[in-house]
């Protein structure tokens, strides 16, 4: 346990962050989980506005430091590749 004020004033902080940050990378989980659903299904209108929203989702979790930038990039545009795919097949 923390000894000085700043330490126990530091683990308040650190708490209040991880809480908030684990709301953030479950939000954005979902959004991608919901993506990867459509585009399993062939459902076109659906993955892609879900896409839309999913990409909202990490660059916000990427604003906020819960995951890199460059994997939000990585994860977006494996998802467009695959909206893509089942845009053609339809």
Known sequence: MPNTQSAKKRLRQSEVRRLR?????????????????????????????????????????????????????RTKSRLAAAVKKVAQAA
């Open 21 to 73: 940050n684990r709301g953030v990378r479950s939000n954005m989980r979902g959004a991608v989980r919901r993506v990867r659903e459509a585009v399993a299904a062939g459902e076109h209108e659906k993955a892609q506005s879900e896409f839309r929203l999913a990409c909202k989702k990490l660059d916000q979790a990427a604003a906020r430091n819960v995951i890199h930038r460059n994997a939000a990039a």
